[in-house]
């Protein structure tokens, strides 16, 4: 049973894209920002430094994203937004420390952030930290999370996976089947994987 209650690797890489999902759902939002005395004034505000990102990283230019993306976190250290945008290009290039400090500052920005929440939530649970705070934070996430419900869902099935608790995973993967739209195929293809690795798992406890 030991194998099996680590997570899966095919588990980690679709966390990564949930999220890539959650902050595409989250890079539009605005953050107001006013030049401290003596600065020099940016030509772009941070939510404009998040949509060039934005454009950078889906090109592939993912240096030039990240500049954008620190750009963003300096002209407005309380833009949840930006901390998560920078922290999703981190961990999608696998660098979870930085990730996980970002997701962090997001939190620290916006203390029930649902999209940082569970972000954090999913860098804990690649690193192999603590189970207990992982599901601490996508629980926290799940009240405001609206369209974001069943990336978290996700997240906390993989999270009760690797505790052992079958049940729960499979409950999870219910609720975030009834909350995926239809016209997200990608999101319910992923939702069926996790729901396999559960069965699998619990086949062979």
């Not at 750009?71 to 949840?80: E, I, K, L, T, W």
């Not at 603590?130 to 999370?145: D, I, K, T």
């Not at 990608?186 to 559960?198: C, D, F, H, S």
Request: proline letters at 5%.
């Amino acid at each position: 049973m030991g194998a099996i209650n680590s997570a899966p690797a095919a588990a980690v890489k679709r966390s990564a894209r949930s999220a890539l999902l959650t902050a595409l759902a989250c890079l539009l939002a605005a953050c107001a920002h006013a030049p401290r005395l003596g600065e020099a004034a940016d030509a772009l505000s941070p939510a404009e430094h998040l949509r060039l990102g934005a454009s950078y990283e889906a090109q592939g230019m993912r240096s030039d994203a990240a500049g954008q993306y620190e750009a963003a976190v300096r002209a407005s250290p309380s833009c949840a937004e930006c901390w998560l945008a920078l922290g999703n290009l981190s961990f999608t290039e696998e660098r979870l420390t930085d990730a996980e400090a970002s997701y962090r500052k997001a939190l620290e920005a916006s203390p029930h952030h649902p999209g940082a929440a569970n972000n954090l939530a999913m860098v804990t649970l690649a690193r192999n930290g603590s189970l207990p705070e992982a599901e601490a934070l996508a629980l926290s996430a799940l009240p405001n999370a609206g369209v974001l419900r069943p990336y978290v869902l996700d997240t906390l099935a993989n999270i009760y996976l690797r505790q052992g608790r079958y049940a729960d995973a499979s409950a999870a993967i219910d609720q975030a089947e009834e909350a995926a739209p239809a016209y997200e195929p990608g999101m319910r293809a992923q939702l069926i994987e996790t729901r396999k690795l559960i069965n699998a798992a619990a086949a062979a406890k």
